[in-house]
T-cell receptor, first 115, second 115 residues
Framework: AQSVSQHNHHVILSEAASLELGCNYSYGGTVNLFWYVQYPGQHLQLLLKYFSEDPLVKGIKGFEAEFIKSKFSFNLRKPSVQWSDTAEYFC?????????????FGKGTKLSVIP | EPEVTQTPSHQVTQMGQEVILRCVPI?????FYWYRQILGQKVEFLVS????????KSEIFDDQFSVERPDGSNFTLKIRSTKLEDSAMYFC?????????????FGEGSRLTVL
């Protein structure tokens, strides 16, 4: 079965700082990878996804993520964070082509951006 | 923008009682899911539903749980006899048009508190 590890439980940054949130997965085959975000009091929403195309994926609100197959990683980055990026970020994996529809989530990383 | 809606937003129940959580997925979606998140823990997959039947379920989804799509619009999760450890936020999600894309659209969640 697949699993997802997010290394940081809580990250605190000042506005304009650069962000990188780590995500590693374990699964023997090909995967689809996702980052979801949950703003305070809101539902989970998709930030970006990787579906076997360019390993550098661009998402909404200036976020991007890079899939490094050799490292089983899919780290999320943003060059300059804003206060409005304060949220919880979840990495998720789905085995592609395996007929499985479920997402396996990491534990999440809470990001607090200080104005 | 179409969205997944869930009711109730919060339900408090006594241990042993039956609970039904309701969801209205996005209307042209074909795949439906329930996930849950116990406070402080990761979002966990419960069940996926496609073509009017369960396509996958996790170990958490035991005989106490059932899902239905009774009228082509609502998607319900029933817990027959609630336990203290069922206290969690339950998220409904829907996805997919003709082809599964992996992108899920989540509702805002139903918080279940079992006393």
């Amino acid at each position: 079965a697949q699993s997802v590890s997010q290394h940081n439980h809580h990250v605190i940054l000042s506005e304009a700082a650069s962000l990188e949130l780590g995500c590693n997965y374990s699964y023997g085959g090909t995967v689809n990878l996702f980052w979801y975000v949950q703003y305070p009091g809101q539902h989970l929403q998709l930030l970006l996804k990787y579906f076997s195309e360019d390993p550098l994926v661009k998402g909404i609100k200036g976020f991007e993520a890079e899939f490094i197959k050799s490292k089983f990683s899919f780290n999320l980055r943003k060059p300059s964070v804003q206060w409005s990026d304060t949220a919880e970020y979840f990495c998720a994996v789905n085995p592609s082509g395996a007929g499985s529809y479920q997402l396996t989530f990491g534990k999440g990383t809470k990001l607090s951006v200080i104005p | 923008e179409p969205e997944v809606t869930q009711t109730p937003s919060h339900q408090v129940t006594q241990m042993g009682q039956e609970v039904i959580l309701r969801c209205v997925p996005i209307s042209n979606h074909l795949y439906f899911y329930w996930y849950r998140q116990i406070l402080g823990q990761k979002v966990e997959f419960l069940v996926s539903f496609y073509n009017n039947e369960i396509s996958e379920k996790s170990e958490i989804f035991d005989d106490q749980f059932s899902v239905e799509r009774p009228d082509g619009s609502n998607f319900t999760l029933k817990i027959r006899s609630t336990k203290l450890e069922d206290s969690a936020m339950y998220f409904c999600a829907s996805g997919g048009l003709a082809i599964y894309t992996g992108e899920l659209f989540f509702g805002e969640g139903s918080r279940l508190t079992v006393l």
